[in-house]
């Protein structure tokens, strides 16, 4: 079949070999869609559209769109009406997306989603001086792998810039934002997470703003402890005045990242951390009670272990004064911890971090204490320091109901080695960043798609198997990124602290003193085309807008699959579940398909916080989770999830009530003007997790 055809035209004008067998699957696929599978029919039609292409174009090349007309004209001639309107219209769904694509001024070259293009173009690709595209996502792909491959030996670069190349442009594995933004460009730097001290003096303050704006602009994230500084209304020697504390310096901050751009390409986002023990713990608590206020910040609360026995145990506290050491008083731990709680239900604010637990688990103790994360709290880090971050699909990783293991390990492997060669190539905004990255090689390898991954293999997420499944896959990332981190440091050497941390004596060398970090993904799984991070589905179909003006239904596409496979697939359908996101309650849905595709609002808090703990039992860094709750959720339920995730060891929790936000970036359809429900809606960067926008979907 195919022998009078050696070649077909391209829409790009690209003459390419003829490959028969596509013209077979495009028909199994449309019989697919209607419900058929029928292997040796969709040959037989398959064998009549390649004669029929054959005989017409025996001394031409036919074009693309020449092919599929013949496809058309076998499956009417084989009277099969139903499989060929399901073809035409995947021809015409696929011609509108290649106009919307046409509009963003992207050449797709490796057919992604619409949503996903339009991503790239505005955040991703090179653009020339007239902003418009300058290079297509493979040619970004290349760009990245060449950049970070450079950091391998003599002809090994063009071997591992080929791997990291291929395991990008097959959305196998995604490195963090700034490393597709910068990476080969002339800023280059490639760090989404950074840390940053903040001294109790002004040149400390104002020291640690300018930082912060130079690291913002260059496309990283900040994290700041502010527990450091003294107390309001406490003395300033050098000028006998009344200090400010440490909530109006955060106002500093959060007006230098209003303005500052970062490139251009996404805003500047913190996180703001204060000690429980803190004289002003009730003022922070309390800082964003008002809309809109430090809207570019999260926080959280430093949670130690003493505090957390006192809220068990309805004890009284102590309060003590940074600078003195002094005890300033005494509060109800409860009363504090039932505030934070109620604060966190009615504004999404403050988290908790569970320092003490960060600190044990911190394999570098003897260089001090960790006191703040990165602005989404999956990176705990020293002052100072910065760490790179990767994420493995998992979706990828989940073949015929089982996880392909001898996969998923070659993609850490690899995963492992990208990012250590990206410490290297990295040019870092500040000399003390440089010099302690350097020193530590922390790097943060995760994973996203597991929600589909579990749909894959028919796993509700809220389940006693998912559980099991999320902590077998960690453990084994665990395991064998610890090892490739070993091998290459036995291969190029140890990072320089190694003598200082728990790895002595475990390993003979280590190139990373960590490896692994759960991250909620964002654009990355956009661009991926999978579920972000270790979240649940947000919807199992919505409508996402793509540009003003321009909303597009998306339908979970493992769902669509399984509704067409067993027979209760419509648009209709379709539609109806976009207004509600939800199949939960739909009977027309079988029950079984119903449990497997649930969504982040219809799991309960608890299955939430532990699918988080499941995940960090075997992450040396810590899990970026969000704990999902209805928007009639009680403070109780987030007393209930805080209290949880102390008692499982996570290392922070963050809870978002929906409509608890005066914006978000995802809505559940209300009604229009005519009464009639509106669909869910989500922004066009938003994957799933926090659906404020304070929790910057580009982050990483």
């Known amino acids: 079949m195919g022998g009078g055809i050696a070649h077909v035209q391209k829409r790009d004008g690209r003459i390419v070999p003829f490959d028969s067998t596509k013209i077979e699957d495009a028909i199994s696929k449309a019989m697919a869609a209607v419900g058929k599978k029928d292997g040796r029919l969709a040959k037989s039609v398959a064998g009549k559209a390649a004669a ?3 005989k017409k174009f025996a001394r031409r090349i036919p074009h693309v769109e020449d092919v599929q007309d013949s496809i058309e004209e076998a499956l009417v001639g084989a009277e099969l009406a139903d ?13 509108e997306e290649r106009e919307v694509k046409t509009f963003f001024g992207v050449k797709d070259d490796l057919k992604m989603g619409i ?38 030996r003599g002809r090994e670069r063009e071997k591992w810039a080929d791997a990291f190349y291929e395991a990008m442009a097959a959305r196998e594995f995604m490195p963090n934002s700034p490393t597709l933004m910068n990476a080969g460009t002339q800023l280059g730097q490639l760090s989404a997470c ?22 913002q602009q260059s496309g990283g994230g900040t994290g700041f402890s502010f527990s450091r500084l003294r107390p309001k209304g406490d003395i300033v020697k050098s000028t006998m005045g009344i200090a400010s504390g440490p909530v109006s310096f955060m106002g500093v901050f959060n007006a230098a990242t209003e303005v500052i751009r970062q490139g251009g ?26 809309p809109g206020s430090f809207a570019n910040f999260n926080i959280s609360v430093a949670a130690t272990d003493e505090f957390m026995r006192a809220v068990e145990a309805n004890a009284d506290y102590e309060l003590v004064n940074p600078r003195t050491s002094a005890v300033a ?42 006191e703040a994360t990165n602005p989404c709290g999956e990176q705990p880090l020293l002052p100072y320091e910065s760490c790179n971050l990767g994420s493995i699909n998992l979706e990828r990783c989940a073949e015929k109901g089982e996880i392909a293991w001898g996969k998923l390990g070659g993609l850490v492997r690899l995963g492992v080695r990208f990012l250590d060669d990206v410490i290297s190539v990295n040019r870092y905004p500040l000399s003390q960043v440089r010099d302690i990255t350097h020193a530590n090689r922390k790097i943060g390898l995760g994973v996203m798609g597991f929600a589909d991954m579990l749909t894959k293999m028919g796993m509700p997420y809220d389940s006693k198997e998912a559980l099991g499944a999320g902590g077998r896959v960690m453990r ?40 692994c970090t759960v991250a909620p993904t964002g654009t990355i799984s956009i661009i991926a085309g999978c579920s972000s991070g270790i979240e649940p589905l947000f919807a199992v179909s919505f409508v996402r807008d793509v540009m003003e003006g321009t909303r597009l239904v998306e339908t979970n596409a493992q769902f669509e699959k399984v509704a067409r496979e067993r027979g209760f697939h419509s648009r209709e359908l379709m539609m109806r579940i976009a207004k509600r996101g939800s199949i939960e309650g739909m009977r027309e849905i079988p029950r079984d398909v119903r449990e497997v595709f649930v969504t982040a609002m219809d799991i309960s808090p608890e299955w939430h916080v532990r699918m988080q703990a499941a995940f960090q039992r075997h992450c040396d860094n810590a899990v970026s989770k969000t704990i999902n709750l209805p928007k009639g959720a009680t403070p109780e339920d987030v007393r209930r999830a805080y209290l949880l995730a102390h008692r499982l060891r996570c290392k922070g929790i ?6 608890s936000k005066p914006e978000q970036v995802l809505y559940i359809g209300g009604a229009d003007e005519r009464g009639e429900k509106d669909f869910v809606s989500a922004d066009s960067e938003f994957a799933g997790g926090c659906p404020a926008p304070v929790c910057p979907p580009a982050m990483v």
């Open 329 to 370: 008083r005494r509060l109800n731990a409860r009363s504090v911890f039932n505030l934070i709680c109620t604060m966190a239900w009615e504004t999404g604010d403050p988290g908790l971090i569970f320092i003490d637990e960060v600190n044990r688990r911190h394999p570098l103790k003897r260089l001090g204490e960790i």
């Open 654 to 659: 963050t809870v978002y009530r929906y409509g």
């Open 83 to 95: 499989v060929a309107k399901a073809y035409i219209l995947y021809r015409r769904k696929r011609g």
């Open 265 to 290: 390409r996404r805003r500047g986002a913190n996180m703001g951390v204060l000690r429980c023990d803190h004289p002003d713990i009730l003022e922070f608590v309390r800082c964003k009670e008002k």
């Open 52 to 54: 029929a292409i054959e």
């Open 476 to 515: 084994f990332i665990f395991s064998e990124a610890q090892k490739e981190s070993a091998r290459l440091g036995a291969e190029r050497g140890s990072f320089p602290n190694f003598g200082l941390s728990t790895w002595k004596g475990k390993h003979r060398a280590m190139r990373n003193s960590t490896v």
């Open 194 to 215: 950074f840390v940053l001290p903040v001294g109790d003096s002004l040149h400390g303050i104002f020291g640690s703003v300018e930082h912060m704006a130079v690291i």
């Open 115 to 152: 949503n996903a293009v339009k991503v790239m173009q505005k955040r991703y690709l090179k653009k020339d001086e007239a902003g418009r595209a300058a290079e297509t996502p493979s040619g970004m792909f290349r760009r990245v792998a060449r950049a970070v491959a450079s950091a391998e």
